[in-house]
């Protein structure tokens, strides 16, 4: 009899200690799914930062994944990208990118009245009417042309305060060498997507990474781009301009939907 109640009692202090580890598991598990002050303080500092900075040359390497199709067989193939963005607030902008196929490139033009895209091989290109301000001329391509432009985030990053409310979690991650900079690396989860930062440490708090994995496939692809600034950058008068190359042919951008 001795020994039964041993062995229950026992059991019952092992039990005891696994529902306290539990508990305590639970307790570490809800505080890491609360977003760290620290972490989204510091994406309103990269966003607020970012508002100053007027003129710059940004050049970023990023790769791509994408779901190939073949059949039945769905394979992840990630694909390259070069990207150089030129930009003078508020009104013009230049983005040239190359890679995902070989030979091919895609440059954007705003000069603050007009919209162009121009790609390579073909020399085919599109001009639409603009708005004044690449901040509008970000949403105007998105709701009228379904066009996203190129490295947009880094304007809207953080900038919206109702998109920082899908944030579930955030946290801090440590410190890393990134282009010879010391940048704070951050990790957020949202309910279909996990995104990574790398931030700038210091006074100019600029991104050095992003990484975005999309949780709402099955494959969960992920984009990464990293980030070289130029904040103190020459720029010909003529950058913004789109010139028609000879025997390049004209098309037109067909709008999504009525936005009337």
């Excluded at 229950?8 to 092992?14: E, H, M």
């Excluded at 598991?25 to 760290?36: C, F, G, R």
């Excluded at 070989?102 to 121009?118: I, M, N, Q, V």
């Excluded at 600034?229 to 009525?258: C, H, M």
Aim: hydrophobic share 40%.
């Amino acid at each position: 009899m001795t020994t039964i109640f041993a062995k229950l009692a026992l059991c019952a202090a092992v039990a005891g200690a696994l529902c306290s580890m539990v508990s305590a598991s639970a307790k570490e598990t809800a505080t890491a799914h609360k977003p760290d002050p620290a972490a989204m303080e510091a994406l309103a500092k990269m966003s607020a930062y970012m508002q100053t900075v007027k003129q710059f040359v940004l050049d970023v390497d990023s790769t791509t994944d994408q779901i190939m199709v073949d059949g039945k067989t769905a394979q992840l193939v990630q694909l390259s990208h070069t990207t150089k963005l030129t930009v003078n607030r508020p009104d013009h902008l230049k983005a040239d990118i190359s890679g995902g196929a070989p030979g091919s490139s895609r440059h954007a033009y705003f000069d603050g009245k007009h919209f162009t895209l121009y790609t390579e091989p073909g020399k085919y290109y599109a001009t639409v009417p603009a708005p004044a301000t690449i901040k509008e001329l970000i949403s105007d391509l998105g709701d009228k042309y379904g066009i996203e432009l190129p490295l947009s985030d880094i304007f809207t990053l953080g900038a919206n305060s109702d998109d920082m409310k899908r944030v579930l979690s955030a946290a801090y991650l440590g410190d890393e060498t990134i282009n010879g900079a010391t940048c704070s690396h951050y990790a957020y989860h949202e309910k279909s997507v996990d995104w990574q930062l790398w931030v700038q440490k210091g006074d100019k708090p600029l991104p050095c990474k992003l990484n975005i994995v999309t949780l709402s496939d099955k494959e969960r692809p992920q984009y990464t781009a990293i980030y070289r600034w130029n904040l103190n950058p020459e720029i010909g008068n003529g950058a913004f301009a789109f010139s028609a190359p000879e025997n390049a042919r004209e098309i037109k951008i067909v709008q999504v939907k009525d936005t009337q």
